[in-house]
């Protein structure tokens, strides 16, 4: 997903630290808590149990219910009406029973009506009485399952799902579009709510079904685009048509969609650094064809970079496609959606498809397991975008796309809030721009190299149970800490402690000493924070130790000093 504004134009703008020059920028010191506690815990489990559904966000505490079953797969059928903007579907899920299971609790928005619903057995569905209240549906199974025991509920349902009245940008909902020439142009985005705004499913990132069927009915003579493979498209003989598309892989219930349109489909097939071959599609509209093929020459060039720096594109099985749609983007797995200008920005790359491609690795494949670390989907995006910056461009290009970010964090808000948090806790714009610029200081800690070893190694890692086939699994911000200390023997537990669970930048207070000048951090919650600094005295550049968040140095009298030359270092203006 994208943030709410993106870097276009290279203009001139203050790096991240840049300029701290310390004969203008002196400051007195102040007493900073230095002691030795222990590191925080970043991914401390929460201890919240839900009883009821969060509607309007999505994750948040496990609900319970939830807890005692594992669902295995999706099989969605949905009919669009665009008339009347309406939906009718049908979901059969099979779930695996944890603990006892006497029924099977799913997530559905309370816009939608349920009619019928109960267990499949033996290839009968057999209606049951069942519960839909403030989001969520408790489908009985009329018997006590046994951990192991698979399970299989039907639901039918229906209505008006939430209409986005967004004109230029995305928001969560449907979109009810018509193209220039009057064909339905439809679309659903579901980030911020969760995929039960129009399909019956378990809203936490941390539960993906093994894969998932989607079936699409809709008038002719319009196309469907969705996640996955398109086995068939079937006709009815009365003028619609039903598409039939699979996903073979685990997939994130906000990452599926539909997309409906009259599209011209532009297809080639792509190599992949695995030696496989899969489909590369762009589904166009008819009017914006001639921008499509454009953009649609240089998107391999985009996927390549990604597969030399990240291992292969994950969803080899079923395809990449990006879809042109009545909202700006989104990173629906395999099925990426672009609505924007088929402009390229000033660092050679159209910023939209570059963005949500990289989520098929950073939120598709590696999934954070609490929207608490929300930030490694879009923090590590939007860094994948300064390292492209830099093999177009070189490394000024680098500093100056990185230097587009300090100006647009809030520090308002911790990037990681408390554990069993809702997309509502966890969305703020710093989970991409301070995200980014946080990687962006480790680099500068550890070096280029180990940082691409440290995404690389995340990536090589052995799946999740199910995943085996696009290497999908969950992940934590406690994942990156040990990676890193893993290649580069460096333990970043308090400098992202730092970083991420307080609002506030740390900042450096300079000030004179006996021999030159002092260093001193300083933190929002007095947290040990002791990340070396370089300094450049008379053109020498020298990182000074920050042991227990104190350095000194020697200056000559009447040198030139400057405070992290480069920008490397993302901390408070003040300092």
């Known amino acids: 997903?994208?943030?709410?504004?993106?870097?276009?134009?290279?203009?001139?703008?203050?790096?991240?630290?840049?300029?701290?020059?310390?004969?203008?920028?002196?400051?007195?010191?102040?007493?900073?808590?230095?002691?030795?506690?222990?590191?925080?815990?970043?991914?401390?489990?929460?201890?919240?149990?839900?009883?009821?559904?969060?509607?309007?966000?999505?994750?948040?505490?496990?609900?319970?219910?939830?807890?005692?079953?594992?669902?295995?797969?999706?099989?969605?059928?949905?009919?669009?009406?665009?008339?009347?903007?309406?939906?009718?579907?049908?979901?059969?899920?099979?779930?695996?029973?944890?603990?006892?299971?006497?029924?099977?609790?799913?997530?559905?928005?309370?816009?939608?009506?349920?009619?019928?619903?109960?267990?499949?057995a033996e290839g009968e569905f057999r209606p049951t009485d069942f519960r839909h209240e403030d989001g969520l549906l408790s489908v009985p199974i009329g018997r006590e399952m046994a951990p192991g025991e698979d399970v299989e509920v039907r639901i039918d349902y229906g209505g008006r799902p939430l209409v986005?009245?967004?004109?230029?940008?995305?928001?969560?909902?449907?979109?009810?579009?018509?193209?220039?020439?009057?064909?339905?142009?439809?679309?659903?985005?579901?980030?911020?709510?969760?995929?039960?705004?129009?399909?019956?499913a378990v809203d936490h990132p941390a539960d993906e079904p093994d894969s998932m069927a989607i079936r699409v009915r809709v008038a002719d003579p319009v196309l469907v685009a969705a996640n996955g493979t398109l086995r068939r498209v079937e006709s009815h003989g009365d003028g619609t048509s039903t598409h039939h598309w699979f996903v073979s892989t685990p997939i994130n219930n906000y990452a599926v969609s539909i997309n409906i349109g009259p599209y011209e489909v532009l297809e080639t097939t792509y190599e992949s650094v695995s030696g496989e071959e899969f489909p590369f599609q762009f589904w166009v509209l008819p009017e914006s064809l001639d921008d499509g093929r454009r953009l649609f020459e240089q998107m391999p060039r985009d996927m390549a970079f990604f597969e030399e720096l990240l291992g292969p594109y994950p969803f080899r099985g079923d395809k990449y496609a990006?879809?042109?749609?009545?909202?700006?983007?989104?990173?629906?797995?395999?099925?990426?959606?672009?609505?924007?200008?088929?402009?390229?920005?000033?660092?050679?790359?159209?910023?939209?498809?570059?963005?949500?491609?990289?989520?098929?690795?950073?939120?598709?494949?590696?999934?954070?397991?609490?929207?608490?670390?929300?930030?490694?989907?879009?923090?590590?995006?939007?860094?994948?975008?300064?390292?492209?910056a830099e093999q177009l461009g070189g490394p000024e290009a680098y500093h100056e796309y990185v230097s587009a970010w300090r100006p647009r964090i809030a520090n308002a808000s911790p990037v990681v809030p408390g554990p069993d948090a809702t997309t509502h806790d966890a969305y703020t714009g710093d989970i991409y721009r301070k995200g980014a610029a946080v990687l962006h200081t480790l680099r500068y800690l550890?070096?280029?190299?180990?940082?691409?070893?440290?995404?690389?190694?995340?990536?090589?890692?052995?799946?999740?149970?199910?995943?085996?086939?696009?290497?999908?699994?969950?992940?934590?911000?406690?994942?990156?800490?040990?990676?890193?200390?893993?290649?580069?023997?460096t333990d970043v537990t308090r400098i992202l402690a730092v970083y991420l669970r307080e609002s506030a930048l740390p900042e450096l207070e300079v000030s004179p000493s006996a021999a030159g000048l002092e260093l001193r951090w300083s933190t929002e919650g007095n947290e040990p924070f002791d990340l070396p600094v370089e300094v450049r005295v008379d053109g020498y550049v020298q990182r000074i130790p920050m042991t227990g968040g104190v350095g000194t140095l020697e200056v000559p009298e009447g040198a030139a000093v400057e405070i992290d030359p480069e920008a490397w270092i993302l901390m408070s203006s003040g300092g």
């Open 322 to 388: 990006l879809v042109h749609t009545p909202y700006i983007a989104m990173e629906h797995q395999s099925a990426i959606a672009y609505g924007s200008d088929f402009r390229n920005n000033d660092f050679g790359f159209d910023f939209y498809h570059f963005h949500e491609l990289a989520h098929e690795w950073w939120a598709n494949k590696l999934t954070a397991r609490d929207w608490r670390d929300w930030w490694l989907h879009e923090g590590f995006a939007t860094y994948m975008e300064a390292l492209y």
């Open 446 to 489: 550890i070096g280029r190299d180990a940082l691409v070893e440290v995404f690389r190694r995340m990536h090589d890692r052995p799946a999740d149970p199910g995943g085996e086939a696009c290497g999908c699994r969950s992940i934590d911000t406690g994942e990156l800490v040990d990676t890193i200390r893993e290649v580069a023997g």
């Open 1 to 120: 997903m994208t943030g709410r504004d993106r870097p276009t134009t290279r203009d001139a703008r203050p790096l991240l630290g840049r300029g701290l020059v310390a004969s203008v920028s002196l400051i007195a010191a102040t007493a900073v808590g230095c002691s030795e506690t222990a590191p925080a815990d970043l991914d401390a489990p929460g201890d919240r149990v839900a009883t009821t559904a969060l509607e309007g966000t999505s994750g948040g505490p496990r609900i319970a219910a939830q807890a005692a079953f594992d669902v295995r797969f999706y099989d969605l059928t949905v009919r669009v009406e665009p008339a009347d903007s309406t939906i009718m579907g049908r979901m059969d899920a099979t779930v695996t029973a944890l603990e006892v299971l006497d029924e099977v609790v799913l997530h559905l928005d309370s816009r939608l009506t349920v009619t019928t619903a109960g267990p499949v």
């Open 164 to 200: 986005s009245e967004a004109v230029t940008s995305w928001a969560d909902g449907f979109y009810w579009r018509e193209t220039a020439t009057g064909e339905p142009w439809i679309g659903v985005v579901s980030v911020l709510q969760g995929g039960d705004l129009w399909w019956p």
